[in-house]
């Protein structure tokens, strides 16, 4: 009898297994079709000389692709554009997005009203937030008008459009301005699977709301901490939608030509699909490697409560 139950739970738990092939196959070849065949793809197109809309097969020119694009200015000037970008809008999302989530999530009665608010600028697309910022950073713009009321001057264009400082700023402002609720939910979530009788421990051991968030909420809030910042720093790497709408708009391209805005002019103005494979493979291979270190820079044991 033990036999017999035994022969019919493989042959179920094999039913099972079948099934769940059938459903994951469909999303496999989806994903390879769109991510995978991409990847490999770019990879060998950027050893071969290939025009975009020519019907000239491809020429193999070895590394040539990728000695070219090391040794030119340009994408060391996206090199830097990224760079900029990243460090300025990466660190302030990560800090504030927690700073708000303890906030929101302290709060009893308007926690949900704040997470909706803060939220709501996610849902929009990255094109239609550009073009919002667009019309409030224009000369007559709500953005030129706070700061002249917070400075109690008037008249005063801060040339957010048209500075090549500014432009960086700007664009810092849009991506913050659209992510912060994202990742404030995402740290809200973390925080609300910490047990509160954890705090209610250290409130009765004399612990103050400093010594609680640093001794406490910091160390088990980890794993979300550093999901939240790869995230935010992939997103951050691969932005493309503001520089470029910005940069059509007559906006100067040097300062916010970062690597994707760089790839998409390369393929598809100057039809060099060897050179921008080359840097998309060179920005892959980065979000690849700073991925990596910082997992394993963050890693530790499972948080337990």
């Known amino acids: 009898m033990t036999i ?3 022969k019919l739970r493989s042959g179920l738990e094999r039913k099972l297994a079948r099934w769940g092939w059938y459903f994951v196959i469909p999303s496999i070849i989806f994903f390879s079709i769109f991510s995978f065949y991409p990847i490999v793809n770019a990879f060998f197109l950027s050893f071969h000389r290939k025009n975009m809309i020519s019907l000239v097969p491809p020429v193999f020119v070895g590394f040539n692709n990728y000695l070219s694009v090391l040794s030119s200015g340009g994408f060391w000037n996206s090199v830097r554009a990224t760079l900029t970008f990243t460090l300025g809008t990466f660190i302030p999302l990560v800090i504030v ?6 906030f929101i999530t302290a709060q009893k ?3 949900r009203i704040w997470q909706l608010v803060f939220y709501s600028p996610a849902v929009l697309s990255s094109a239609v937030a550009a073009l919002i910022w667009m019309i409030i950073f224009q000369p007559t ?10 400075l109690m001057r008037g008249g005063v264009d801060m040339r957010w459009l048209s500075n090549g400082s500014m432009i960086q700023f700007s664009t810092m402002i849009v ?27 250290a409130t009765i051991d004399g612990a103050s709301p400093l010594q609680t968030f640093f001794k406490i909420t910091l160390p088990l ?15 951050c790497l691969k932005t493309f939608s503001t520089q470029y709408l ?25 039809f060099n699909i060897g050179r921008a494979s080359v840097m998309s493979i060179v920005l892959f291979i980065t979000m690849l490697i700073l991925t990596i270190v910082q997992l394993r820079t963050s890693r530790s044991d499972d948080v337990t409560y």
Not at 97 to 102: G, R
Not at 141 to 150: I, K, R, S
Not at 250 to 268: C, E, Q, W
């Open 175 to 201: 991506y913050f301005w659209k992510y912060i609720g994202y990742f404030t939910i995402l740290f809200i979530t973390g925080l609300t699977k910490i047990p509160h009788g954890i705090y209610e421990g």
């Open 4 to 6: 017999q139950k035994r």
């Open 221 to 235: 809030l980890k794993p979300t901490t550093v999901m939240v910042s790869i995230m935010a720093m992939l997103q």
């Open 246 to 270: 910005f940069v059509q708009s007559g906006a100067p391209r040097g300062p916010v030509d970062v690597i994707t805005l760089n790839i998409y002019t390369t393929a598809m103005k100057e």
């Open 109 to 111: 009665n308007m926690a």
């Open 97 to 102: 997005s927690l700073i708000l989530a303890s």
């Open 141 to 150: 713009g709500l953005a030129n008008q706070f700061v002249n009321a917070a």
